[in-house]
C-alpha cells in the first residue's frame, strides 16, 4: 500500500459535482433519471481499468466483477456495492466540493453562505480530524458523500487491484445502486445476475465502524375520510378529515416513541408528511425497531389512537395500511458470524481501530442479507449526512480502501 496513489480523491471530488438527487415523489425508476449520468460515468471507469464485463442495465445498476486470481477454485463471490443517489433533503444540484487541507480544528465557514459554520462543538467526530484534509460542500448544498464516498472507495479498490495482480483474491462482484435514499434501493435488482455470496456495503460513518444490524422498519399510511358541506351550512354536518388527522397527530406520546426522544436500540413512530383537505387527509409514518415482532405492537398502538380519536366524531371513516419496507440484517448475519470478523480482522490489519455499531436506519445492506446475500456496512467516513454540513476526510476514505484490499485477501486465505 506504500507505493499505492489513492484515487478516491480526485475520484469523489468529480462524483459529487454529478447531480444525482432521488425523486421520493416519482414512480420511476429509477427515481431521477439523472442518477444515471454518474452510472454512465462510473461504467466508462470500470472498462477502462479493464473489466471486461462491466454494465449498466436498463434499471441504471452498475455491475462489474474483478476476476479471481487465486490458486482456488472454491472461493465464494463476493460483493461491494454503494449507492449513487443522494437524499432529497437537501439540495444536490451544482455542488461545489472545497478541500480544507491539514484542517487545524478551527470553524470551517462555507463561502457561498456564510450563516453555514461547520464547528468542532456541533459536531464532535471533527474535532478527531486534525491533520487530516477535509471536503465540505460550499454551503448552498448538501455534498454527497453519503453514498459517493463509498462509491469513490469501491472504485479507489478496483483500480489498486487492477493495477497489483500479485494481490490474491476470490471473485470480486462491484455493485452500484440508484434510489436508495428513498427506500428502493433493490427494488429492481437482478440477484441471478449479481450472483454474489456475501456482501459489504459501504455507506457506514466514523473510521472503523462495522455494522450487523440494523432496524427493522415499516411504513403506514392512515387515510381519514370526513364528512363534506358547505361551509356556510356546515354547523352539525360537516367533519373535516384535516383536523381529526391534526388531532391524531397531536395525540401522540410527546416524551417517547419518536426519533427526537429515543435512542440506541430503542424504536419509534414518526410522521413524515401530512395532507389533504375537508374530505379526506392523509397521514404516513415510519416505523422502526432493532426487533421485529415489536413493529406490530407499534403499529397496533398507532391504530388504537387513532381509534380513540375517530370515536369523538360522527360518519368519519379510515383505512390503515402497512408496507415492510425492510428487517434487521442481524436476523440473517447471526447465522454467518464470519462476514463479520472478516470486516473485524481486516480493519485491524489495515491499522484501523474497529467499532461494531448498530444502524439506527437501514442500508440496501438490510434488504441484500434476506434477499440471500448476507451484507454488513463498513465505514466511509461521511458524516453530517443530508445537510450543508456534510464532510468527508479523505484520509478516512484512504483508510477504508486499506479495509477493502485487506478484506479480499482474507476472504482469499481463509475459505
Given at each position: 500500500?506504500?507505493?499505492?496513489r ?5 475520484r ?10 432521488a ?10 433519471m ?20 462491466a454494465?449498466?442495465?436498463e ?6 466483477t ?20 443522494t ?13 480544507h487541507?491539514?484542517?487545524?480544528g ?9 450563516s ?11 474535532a478527531?480530524?486534525i491533520?487530516d ?16 464516498a ?26 452500484f ?16 445476475k449479481l450472483?454474489a455470496?456475501y ?9 472503523g ?6 432496524f427493522?422498519?415499516d411504513?403506514?399510511?392512515v387515510?381519514?375520510h ?8 356546515a ?15 397531536t395525540a ?6 419518536s ?14 408528511s ?17 426487533i421485529?415482532?415489536k ?6 398502538r398507532l ?9 369523538q ?14 428487517r ?31 444502524i439506527?436506519?437501514?442500508?440496501d ?7 440471500g ?12 449526512i ?23 485477501q ?6
Amino acid at each position: 500500500m506504500s507505493n499505492h496513489r489513492y484515487t478516491v480523491e480526485e475520484r469523489f471530488i468529480k462524483y459529487v459535482q454529478i447531480d444525482t438527487t432521488a425523486d421520493p415523489n416519482s414512480t420511476s425508476f429509477p427515481s431521477s433519471m439523472k442518477q444515471k449520468d454518474l452510472a454512465k460515468v462510473l461504467l466508462d471507469e470500470l472498462k477502462e481499468l479493464g473489466i471486461q464485463d462491466a454494465e449498466m442495465d436498463e434499471w441504471g445498476y452498475v455491475y462489474a466483477t474483478i476476476p479471481s486470481n487465486s490458486d482456488r477454485t472454491d472461493l465464494p463471490t463476493i460483493c461491494f456495492c454503494s449507492h449513487m443517489d443522494t437524499a432529497p433533503d437537501c439540495s444536490g444540484t451544482d455542488v461545489k466540493p472545497l478541500v480544507h487541507r491539514n484542517y487545524d480544528g478551527a470553524p470551517i465557514t462555507l463561502p457561498d453562505d456564510e450563516s453555514q459554520v461547520i464547528t468542532t462543538e456541533r459536531h464532535p467526530y471533527l474535532a478527531t480530524k486534525i491533520g487530516d484534509d477535509i471536503i465540505t460542500a460550499s454551503g448552498l448544498t448538501l455534498l454527497g458523500a453519503d453514498d459517493k464516498a463509498g462509491v469513490a472507495i469501491i472504485m479507489d479498490l478496483a483500480t489498486y487491484l487492477t493495477q497489483n495482480p500479485s494481490v490474491k483474491h476470490g471473485p470480486i462482484r462491484i455493485l452500484f445502486t440508484p434510489d436508495e435514499e428513498v427506500g428502493r434501493g433493490v427494488e429492481q435488482l437482478d440477484m441471478k445476475k449479481l450472483n454474489a455470496d456475501y456482501g459489504y456495503t459501504l455507506d457506514g460513518g466514523k473510521l472503523g465502524d462495522i455494522e450487523d444490524e440494523s432496524f427493522s422498519a415499516d411504513a403506514v399510511k392512515v387515510t381519514i375520510h370526513g364528512v363534506s358541506a358547505h361551509p356556510g351550512y356546515a354547523k352539525n354536518k360537516m367533519v373535516n378529515a384535516l383536523k381529526v388527522a391534526a388531532e391524531f397527530v397531536t395525540a401522540l406520546p410527546k416524551d417517547k416513541w419518536s426519533p427526537e426522544t429515543t435512542q440506541d436500540r430503542e424504536g419509534f413512530v414518526h410522521p413524515v408528511s401530512f395532507e389533504g383537505g375537508l374530505e379526506t387527509a392523509t397521514v404516513t409514518f415510519i416505523i422502526r425497531d432493532h426487533i421485529t415482532e415489536k413493529l406490530g405492537e407499534y403499529e397496533n398502538r398507532l391504530e388504537n389512537i387513532l381509534k380513540m380519536v375517530i370515536e369523538q366524531y360522527n360518519g368519519i371513516s379510515y383505512e390503515f395500511e402497512v408496507t415492510e419496507q425492510y428487517r434487521n440484517m442481524k436476523e440473517v448475519l447471526q447465522t454467518v458470524p464470519f462476514v463479520t470478523d472478516y470486516a473485524i480482522e481486516a480493519m485491524k490489519k489495515a491499522g484501523v481501530e474497529p467499532r461494531p455499531m448498530i444502524i439506527r436506519g437501514g442500508t440496501d445492506g438490510s434488504r441484500l442479507s434476506f434477499m440471500g446475500m448476507p451484507c454488513p456496512n463498513i465505514f466511509t467516513g461521511e458524516m453530517a449526512i443530508h445537510s450543508r454540513h456534510e464532510y468527508v476526510s479523505v484520509q478516512d476514505m484512504q483508510k477504508a480502501v486499506n479495509t477493502l484490499i485487506e478484506l479480499v485477501q482474507i476472504w482469499e486465505q481463509h475459505n
